[in-house]
């Protein structure tokens, strides 16, 4: 597959995830509080799908892993908001299997070599130590945000949320500059931003709410 294509889709992920921080900052801007509307799961679900996709075709274990991870938590989260029993079944077990299709179809026909996967020339041991770790912390973000709205039963972004994703985000940049993947810094650019953005906007709210 060419360069262009398999650029454009991780582009169009990193779009769709930008997306997502937009709809949910404006919309936070406007009640002068953090929210979590439903689109922010839904945009966050087709970006990772693409994203997955992305890291499957460069090869790219740190990319695959981070999405893999936070894959099932966004469906986890529409559910909490009723959102996912609305989808056509057809889908919701597409959706549900895809991520674990490609890498059992891509191992078993020989497209996956561990070696391949840990040893790429393209990057070095340091630089993938550093993306596992850096997509392990972007991730627990939403490990953390799981266990909140699976405590309260509603779907929310705490501020933990927002820092530990100034941080992974941070991390992520460094690593995207190192393996010169235009795709990851500029998403992550543009997300630091607004993640900054909602601590200031919950630091306001907890002064007007006290």
């Known amino acids: 597959m060419s360069n262009w294509i ?9 779009i769709l995830f930008s997306g997502r921080l937009i709809v949910q900052w404006i919309l936070s801007e406007k009640s002068k509080r953090i929210i979590t509307p439903s689109a922010f799961w839904k945009l966050s679900l087709l970006a990772s799908f693409l994203l997955f996709v992305y890291g499957h075709l460069r090869d790219d274990f740190a990319i695959m892993l981070g999405q893999a991870l936070t894959y099932y938590i966004y469906i986890r989260n529409l559910q909490l908001q009723g959102e996912w029993q609305k989808s056509p079944k057809l889908l919701q077990v597409f959706l549900y ?3 674990i299709f490609v890498v059992v179809y891509a191992y078993n026909n020989g497209e996956y070599d561990i ?18 770790i ?4 972007f991730t627990l973000r939403f490990v953390y945000q799981w266990m909140v709205s699976e405590k ?3 779907s929310q972004l705490p ?8 941080l992974g985000a941070s991390l992520i940049l460094t690593y995207a500059i190192f393996r010169k993947d ?9 997300g630091l931003i607004i993640y900054v953005r909602n601590i200031f906007i919950w630091k306001k709210q907890m002064r007007y709410e006290s």
């Open 182 to 190: 235009p795709v990851l810094f500029v998403g992550h650019i543009a």
């Open 134 to 137: 850096s997509q392990l912390i």
């Open 6 to 14: 398999v650029y454009g889709i991780g582009f169009l992920a990193q």
């Open 97 to 99: 299997i895809f991520p």
């Open 115 to 132: 070696e391949k996967l840990f040893k790429n020339d393209a990057i070095p041991l340091w630089l993938l130590l550093l993306g596992i």
């Open 152 to 154: 309260t039963k509603t």
């Open 159 to 166: 501020v933990g949320f927002w820092r530990m994703s100034v």
